[in-house]
């Protein structure tokens, strides 16, 4: 399996190579080959001679930000070990630079095993913690090589993935075998990858990282301060779409359209979950006849927007302060059939949220919500307008589901606890 896995990928790297180019260069950002074939600058890591650090490694965007709990707990509860940080996407690299924790941030490299070795070499971990369901066979087989323990943090298997990792098994097997342990979520993330091939033995169900998000509800004074920071109207009721994907945007504006006041007495942010998605939801806009400002240009611009304008966010890195300064938040990549994003975010800030029917990749989640009053599923468009409407205009309700949402996110926590004491376990074992 290993030979032709080897094999399959040495025969994909031309591809591999084109697409990272094409990624990099449609985002305006460098490809970083070097890293992301293991070659790391010769001194770069020199200050982490003999200190074994603990190497996470994160996707994206949201594993990142998923993560920050835990990054926090392991820097409190083994200070002498420094924190490398790993990313696949630029955008996740542009979240993870800006943690204070992390003492190095890289690029986790392709799968091919000279890369691999040659990282973790350089790197020298004394654990890598991977984020999420992210199985690398060539990684995991250097880094058992290396005698370097691998745990799975904040584990999941998603419903529309499940089929797919069994038709897999006889590839994911002798993979999993190579952890050390499995941090899954819930009960059902723990005994559907036993069924994939996990050893059951060291398989746990500590939580999820994201109901570990700090509640951050804001004073009325610190509200008013993130309005003027984005140019916004301090007098009007704010609707921040977040995190949305394509065919979703047309969808809320036509949603927008049909709420009184729109354009007047409240106005709407979007946020594609993509920033480069930004010019294309532009052309929309313009196309629509609806005026838009980019969260880039505000530094250039002394005057707040006006009230019929729309904040469209091109940047990275924000989306908790524009929950914080919302009144109404939309969580996308729900009205089309992605799987959802994340709802305690919005939760966290005491900020009512919305979302579609297409929440696989956050079912246990979405359903925590909506049992707990602190948020509303909507079955399409059309839902979504008439909700709109009836919230913004019922100050009570949208304070009855924020406060709902803190009270949840108050008591389903401990995940980063859970986490640490299995971390400690293997970490014991290498002393």
Same mark, same amino acid.
């Given at each position: ?63 990142? !930000? $998923?993560? *920050?709990?835990?990054? &926090?707990? @392991? ?5 002498? %070990? #420094? ?73 999941? !298997? $998603?419903? *529309?993935?499940?089929? &797919?990792? @069994? ?5 994911? %097997? #002798? ?257």
């Amino acid at each position: 399996m290993h030979l032709i896995y080897s094999l399959i990928l040495w025969l994909l790297a031309p591809f591999i190579i084109i697409y990272h180019l094409y990624r990099s260069w449609s985002r305006g950002r460098p490809p970083a080959f070097t890293e992301r074939f293991g070659f790391i600058p010769t001194g770069r890591f020199t200050t982490l001679a003999g200190r074994r650090p603990i190497w996470v490694h994160a996707v994206s965007v949201g594993e990142t !930000i $998923a993560v *920050r709990p835990l990054l &926090r707990g @392991l820097k409190q509860r083994f200070p002498d %070990r #420094p924190l490398v940080l790993s990313n696949t996407t630029e955008t996740g690299r542009s979240i993870g630079q800006g943690i204070a924790e992390v003492d190095f941030s890289i690029y986790f490299p392709f799968d091919f095993g000279f890369a691999v070795r040659r990282l973790l070499g350089a790197i020298r971990p004394s654990l890598v913690v991977i984020v999420e369901t992210e199985i690398w066979p060539n990684f995991l087989r250097a880094a058992q090589r290396q005698a370097v323990p691998v745990l799975l943090a904040n584990g999941r !298997i $998603a419903d *529309r993935a499940f089929p &797919r990792y @069994l038709r897999m098994q006889w590839f994911f %097997r #002798p993979a999993l075998a190579r952890y050390s342990a499995f941090c899954m979520q819930g009960i059902e993330d723990a005994r559907r990858i036993e069924v994939i091939g996990a050893p059951a033995g060291r398989v746990h169900v500590a939580g999820n990282l994201k109901f570990d998000i700090p509640v951050t509800v804001q004073s009325p004074q610190r509200r008013a301060a993130l309005r003027e920071k984005f140019g916004l109207d301090p007098d009007v009721l704010l609707f921040t779409v977040a995190s949305t994907h394509e065919g979703e945007e047309e969808l809320v504006l036509s949603a927008c359209r049909q709420v009184p006041g729109w354009g007047g007495t409240f106005g709407t942010i979007i946020v594609p979950r993509h920033p480069e998605r930004a010019p294309a939801v532009g052309e929309l806009l313009r196309r629509e006849g609806v005026s838009f400002v980019l969260r880039s240009r505000l530094p250039q611009s002394s005057t707040p927007l006006a009230r019929n304008q729309v904040l469209l966010v091109d940047t990275v890195g924000e989306l908790l302060e524009l929950y914080a300064l919302s009144d109404l938040v939309f969580v996308g990549g729900s009205l089309v059939p992605t799987g959802g994003h994340n709802l305690l975010e919005p939760a966290a800030c005491g900020v009512p949220s919305l979302f579609g029917p297409h929440t696989s990749n956050f079912r246990e989640i979405a359903a925590l919500v909506c049992d707990a009053g602190a948020g509303i599923r909507v079955a399409d468009g059309a839902e979504l307008a008439v909700t709109v409407a009836r919230l913004l205009a019922d100050p009570a309700e949208r304070q009855r589901l924020g406060e709902n949402g803190v009270r949840l996110m108050s008591e389903t926590g401990g995940a980063t606890a859970r986490h640490l004491e299995i971390i400690a376990t293997l970490l014991e074992g290498r002393e």
